[in-house]
């Protein structure tokens, strides 16, 4: 166990719709990354937030937002679903903001029908 | 090209065999280098991480970079049935710490060690 948590573990959801996945760091943690993994794209950034803050932007959608709470759980809002946004998505944590070392969650595996 | 490449396997090999898994790529900036194995249907979990060129060892694990090169590798010794996965290297190029982190992550080798 990673100490990282995600919610929820599944979603399944028809296109067009909104969703939002939450993340919490581990204790402690104060960066927070979001990552797409998809068959063909492999794991892809999305974003990464410090202590509040955005620090790092990738390959995220305008359609996708992120943010990070004074508690330090993160959500990403991912909205106009379309079939390809069918994927995992990790959320992973470290202590600082330029850290090697990041600790995944399990994931939340995104099902858009 | 893609900024990462990868084998992408599958890669079977019997219990005890030595396994190279590798990566090349593109950006000279990278300086950190990363192998995480993620197991089906988990989180990735970091393995090892280099700075710059050289080797490391970890109990039957060693990372090398060759930054002349572009190239780096994972070498698995007496590989274990428990070593099955997909083995994703990443990297990240040197940031401020006002910059944040940006890791590109190569598509991942499949491995399966069969016993």
């Known amino acids: 166990d990673s100490g990282v948590t995600q919610t929820p573990k599944h979603l399944i959801t028809a296109t067009g719709q909104r969703v939002t996945l939450r993340c919490s760091p581990r204790?402690?943690?104060?960066?927070v990354y979001w990552y797409q993994q998809s068959l063909d794209q492999g794991l892809q950034f999305l974003i990464q937030?410090?202590?509040?803050?955005?620090?790092a932007k990738g390959n995220i959608l305008e359609r996708f937002s992120a943010q990070q709470f004074p508690d330090l759980h993160s959500e990403l809002n991912l909205s106009s679903l379309e079939l390809g946004d069918s994927a995992l998505y990790f959320c992973?944590?470290?202590?600082?903001?330029?850290?090697?070392?990041?600790?995944f969650g399990q994931g939340t595996r995104l099902t858009v029908v | 090209q893609k900024e990462v490449e990868q084998d992408p396997g599958p890669l079977s090999v019997p219990e005890g065999a030595i396994v190279s898994l590798n990566c090349t790529y593109s950006?000279?900036?990278?300086?950190?280098f990363m192998w995480y194995r993620q197991y089906s249907r988990k989180g990735p979990e970091l393995l090892m991480y280099?700075?710059?060129?050289g080797n490391k060892e970890d109990g039957r694990f060693t990372a090398q970079v060759d930054k002349s090169s572009k190239y780096i590798s994972l070498f698995i010794r007496d590989s274990q049935p428990s070593d099955s996965a997909t083995y994703l290297c990443?990297?990240?190029?040197?940031?401020?710490?006002?910059?944040?982190?940006?890791?590109?992550f190569g598509p991942g080798t499949r491995l399966s060690v069969l016993p």
């Open positions: 992973a944590s470290s202590v600082g903001s330029i850290d090697t070392e990041a600790f």
């Open positions: 280099t700075y710059s060129s």
């Open positions: 204790s402690g943690d104060l960066s």
């Open positions: 990443a990297m990240s190029a040197f940031r401020s710490r006002n910059y944040g982190q940006n890791f590109v």
């Open positions: 950006n000279s900036a990278f300086q950190y």
């Open positions: 937030y410090y202590n509040g803050e955005e620090r």
